[in-house]
């Protein structure tokens, strides 16, 4: 029997994604395969060092830690570390590193004398303690190769597609997908052909951004017939947002129907107020976020849940993506 354990904080913000995903794979069990959720012990010391305890037994079990990504990111750092090191010399069968959001991701390229590449070293960590990883959507996907280990990429987007069709069908119709900046053209292109394939036929547009001034937008160009569609602008993280708001209140101007917004990792590091120009803002569950009437959630923890259970079972990750009956499965299964 394959024997799998699930381990993460139960006082981390993200545990309740955690908690999904096992109840998940609680319903995959069979004779070959059973799961178990095991906590995290933290013994906090005065000068603020931790200690970091895998609260039961794992010897010979396939171990996923599910690393909260709520945490403050020189935090988020410093507790992977210590988890996976815990979890090493723990005797596991199997190491694998579950990133929902991954931190440090932006810094994936040495754009300037003097810099370091977080990413890079990121990925060299992890590569020493663990066996393999995933995560969804990274900000940039050649970071896989940063990895000295198999790491796999999963995409959000055919959930995406499987919610707006149960929920938000009425936006399908005469829908252009938005890049709120030229470098997501090819990634809106991709997003195009997927939508294609799951029977929903999408144009494009994008956003120019026009500065002034270095890091101060002052306007933003749509190239691209918006006038009378319903647009949707995706993205893959959200931080302060004032590009894609920015992108929104221009497509207004130029008669956009209905506009909505999907990211999947949503940091609102400015608060979520000003995303009220929105008809609809979509975000994953990769990250706690605050309520605003115009905000929806989009739940990725059949996409993790099934991830899991095909690396333990030698199945292949790339059939929910490339395959239509994969694809139309993700929507199948209620949390």
Known sequence: MEEVAIIADSK?????????????????????????????????????EVKIRIAENVRNKKCFLIHDSNKPPYEWFTDLVFKLEA???????????VLPYTRFARQDRKDESRVSVNAKALADVVSLYANRGMTVD???????EYFGIPFDNLYSVTSLI?????????????????SPDLGGAKNVEYLVKIFGKMGIKARVALGHKVREKANEV????IIGDVEGRNCLIVDDIIDTGNTIVLTAQKLREKGAKKIYAYATHCLFSEGIEKFSVFDKIIVSDTLKTPEAENKETLSLVNLFGEAVYRTTTGQSLSVLFDDEKGRENLGNYDI
């Open 138 to 144: 990274l900000h940039t996907p050649q970071m896989q």
């Open 87 to 97: 979890m090493t010399f723990s005797s596991p069968k199997e190491v694998n590193i």
């Open 218 to 221: 002052a306007k933003i160009v």
């Open 12 to 48: 981390g913000k993200g545990y309740e994604f955690v908690k999904g995903v096992y109840n998940y794979l609680k319903r995959k069990e069979n004779p070959e395969f059973s799961v178990c959720l095991i906590d995290i012990e933290r013994t906090v010391f005065k000068d603020g």
């Open 162 to 178: 499987n919610y707006l069709k149960k929920h938000h069908s009425n936006i399908l119709d005469d829908l252009v997908l938005v």
